[in-house]
């Protein structure tokens, strides 16, 4: 097990997956904590800003914590994104409740 690191605010927790598109002119990183059978369960989101087509996608990876201890490394969904937050953040919220399921 490693030691859990907060998130940094200002950067992107993961490398953008296969799935989003190249030239995004900025990238919004948000992380989300929930508590889930005794685990913590980090979402991590991170938007995807394109000005030319004025959208934002959002690509999303959990972890799980427990005792400030990280059980399953962040777990980068490789094969969809959302076109809102709200989506996104409820699709992220199901993968780290199933990769506590999977424990």
Known sequence: MTKAVKPDAEAPYFEAPAHIPSG?????PHSHR???RDHDVIVHLTGYEYETFGETLWAVGAEVVKD???VVPVSVDQTQHFSSYDEALAHGTELGQSLVDEL
Do not use: P
């Open 24 to 28: 995004s002119n900025h990238q919004i």
């Open 34 to 36: 929930l508590v889930y």
């Open 68 to 70: 400030l201890e990280i």
